[in-house]
């Protein structure tokens, strides 16, 4: 199947990356057909739905580049790329086509479609039948503030999401600086087993407190220093966090030398945040990839998406 992504406009390359190592994580093949500014088109055998994951994605759709044939009721959507409106006359013209391929004998529902044929124009017409749609508003709904616990520092979902995927997690998913939980809630809302470390008890409590409110319940949260992370969880299969600095850390000893060691020696694959560049493949890291991530004006974040050979 040829599946076209409607990816997220703010970081384009980190969107095709995530789509890219969620590919890897099934251990599916993938064909890169076209990858051009929000269009990332992809031939695989995957099941589409494991594309439900995605932090900065807005649909995935199945590319139709030749006669579109359809059972039921159809609609048709345009997006002009880069802009919020659409274009009637091109919906028009588009459905009047649809009809003609199909001997006139489809009934279009513009409220409830069985088909939505969703066009992405640019500077060429792009168009696929919706498979996933993204709610991107449930994400903005579990933002931080939201949480019964809150702290300021914790991920956006969505780039929580991101991590998780970057870091190839099918059914286990670790964060040893797992504050109030922020990524542990999308793993366990995408049905991973999560498990946490924190060497605060306040956030050990809220982190819990946290994943109980959003209904996850398959998860082991500790409290303790990850110097000792390996006392605490063996053999995980991902590794995904955000790993803090500043005031926001209480560790005595160099914070990060000590915890990449214990990762590396705790996980198979893992997806690591940081504040700074930094050498991974001296603790014995094979470094897959690399992307940075602008918060604002004054923070930069490194993600490194890594193997621990």
Known sequence: MKLLFYLSGENIDLSRKEVIYLLKAFDKKYKI?????????????????????????????????????????????VQNLGEKKGNKELEKKIADEIQKQNDFSLKTDLENPQNEIYCLCSEKLYIGKTLITINRKEYEKRKPQFRPYFHP?????????????????????????????????????????????????????????????????????????????????????????????????????????????????????ACIVLNKEYDFEKIGFKLLDTEKLRMHRSLTRFIYVLQCE
């Open 153 to 269: 520092s914790s991920l956006h979902p969505k780039y929580a999401r991101t991590l998780i995927n970057l870091s190839q997690a099918k059914k286990e998913l670790l964060d040893p600086f797992c504050g109030t939980g922020g990524i542990l809630i999308e793993g366990g809302l995408m049905g991973l087993k999560v498990f946490g470390l924190d060497i605060e008890k306040k956030m050990v409590e809220g982190c819990k407190k946290n994943l109980d409110f959003y209904g996850i319940k398959d998860y082991s949260i500790k409290e303790g220093s990850v110097e000792h992370l390996d006392s605490y969880f063996q053999n995980i299969e991902s590794t995904a966090t955000d790993v803090p600095y500043g005031k926001s850390t209480k560790l005595k000893k160099d914070i990060y030398e000590m915890a990449f060691e214990k990762i590396y020696e705790t996980s198979k694959k």
């Open 33 to 77: 057909i076209e990858a051009k500014d929000q269009i990332l088109i992809i031939e695989t055998d995957i099941d589409f739905k494991v594309f439900k994951r995605l932090g900065l994605c807005h649909k995935v759709l199945e590319y139709m580049d030749e006669e579109i044939i359809l059972d039921g009721t159809f609609a048709v959507r």
